[in-house]
Structure formats: structure tokens, C-alpha cells
């Protein structure tokens, strides 16, 4: 299985990126989807989930309007709308999937590896 996440890069705040999390392995139809967050000297951070069948959307209060979550049937892809983007949204962001939503929380059967997001002031 491999969770291969792009889209990072270095932008200023009030600026919009798009990641993208490209799954493949196995189907991920019953699965839920999330990105993740983690700054220098912080603790990993949920920032938003999708359950793959139905679509139902999960966020963290700090990004609640200004993130979007989606996935591609078709390309088996999981992506990270950003908009509005602030300086604190500065971290390596990666994708992950689990069975269970609570699992995706305390820790994701898959993890892929992260890409950076930096935002400056």
C-alpha cells in the first residue's frame, strides 16, 4: 500500500494550495481518508478526513471553513483544498487511511510520507 503525497510548497498567508494524496495497494472504498499535520517541536494534528464510500467530511476546528477534503473515485486520489492559508498552518502534512475513524486518530494503518507546506507572514 502507498500513500504518496504533493502539492506542497511555499506560499504567503492569505494564499490558496492544493494537496493531493495519491492511494494505491488495495481499495480504500471502506476506508477513511486524512491528513495529518505536524510543526517543528509540535504534536501531529488531524486536519481533515473523508470516509472514501459516501464521502461524509471530518475537520479540525482550525481549519473548519478554509480547508476543503475530497477524493477521485476514478484516480483513487484524496485531496486538500487550502485557502486562506496563515502562517500557523506551517507544517509537513501527509495523508493516511484506516479502517475506523477512530483508528485514523490514535494512529492510521497507513501513513504515506509528507510534504511540506510553508506559509509565510
Known amino acids: 500500500v502507498q500513500l504518496q503525497a504533493s502539492g506542497g510548497g511555499l506560499v504567503q498567508a492569505g494564499d490558496s494550495l492544493r494537496l493531493s494524496c495519491a492511494a494505491s495497494?488495495?481499495?480504500?472504498?471502506?476506508?477513511?481518508m486524512g491528513w495529518f499535520r505536524q510543526a517543528p517541536g509540535k504534536e501531529r494534528e488531524f486536519v481533515a478526513a473523508?470516509?472514501?464510500?459516501?464521502?461524509?467530511?471530518y475537520y479540525a476546528e482550525s481549519v473548519k471553513g478554509r480547508f476543503t477534503i475530497s477524493r477521485d473515485n476514478a484516480k483513487t486520489a484524496v485531496y486538500l483544498q487550502m485557502n486562506s492559508l496563515k502562517s500557523e498552518d506551517t507544517a509537513v502534512y501527509y495523508c493516511?487511511?484506516?479502517?475506523?475513524?477512530?483508528?485514523?486518530?490514535?494512529?492510521?494503518?497507513?501513513r504515506g510520507q509528507g510534504t511540506q507546506v510553508t506559509v509565510s507572514s
Open positions: 473523508i470516509l472514501w464510500s459516501g464521502g461524509r467530511t
Open positions: 495497494g488495495r481499495t480504500f472504498s471502506n476506508y477513511f
Open positions: 493516511a487511511a484506516d479502517p475506523l475513524y477512530s483508528g485514523l486518530q490514535r494512529g492510521p494503518k497507513y
